[in-house]
């Protein structure tokens, strides 16, 4: 049994900061990826960042130099720090990792989403 548990999420301001993390417990030998994504009303899932198991990183044009996507692999934990952020950042935001199960099987897992609300 494999669990992600997000957490961080909630109403800010234009322009403030919020820190989602995403916590993963269970049969999990390795974690290959982690990754964030987002989907907001109306609209489909999209990427927002990804780290790979050796610190590679990937942004969305849209948040990059605002957002930074960084992972503790003793924790087997991944954060996603959000920066100067804006309204059209409301969304209900997804960790997916991909890792590898103590029977050597590989598996893809979603969270069950944190809302991010950026409003005035």
């Known amino acids: 049994q494999v669990q992600l548990v997000e957490s961080g999420g909630g109403l800010v301001q234009p322009g403030g900061s919020l820190t989602l993390s995403c916590a993963a417990s269970?049969?999990?030998?390795?974690?290959?990826?982690m990754g964030w994504y987002r989907q907001a009303p109306g609209k489909e899932r999209e990427l927002v960042a990804t780290i790979t198991n050796s610190g590679r990183t990937n942004y969305a044009d849209s948040v990059k130099g605002r957002f930074t996507i960084s992972r503790d692999n003793a924790k087997k934990t991944g954060y996603l720090q959000m920066n100067s952020l804006k309204p059209e950042d409301t969304a209900v935001y997804y960790c997916?990792?991909?890792?590898?199960?103590?029977?050597?099987?590989?598996?893809?897992?979603w969270g069950q989403g944190t809302q991010v609300t950026v409003s005035s």
């Open positions: 269970g049969s999990i030998f390795s974690i290959n990826a």
């Open positions: 997916n990792v991909v890792f590898e199960t103590d029977t050597h099987q590989w598996r893809n897992y």
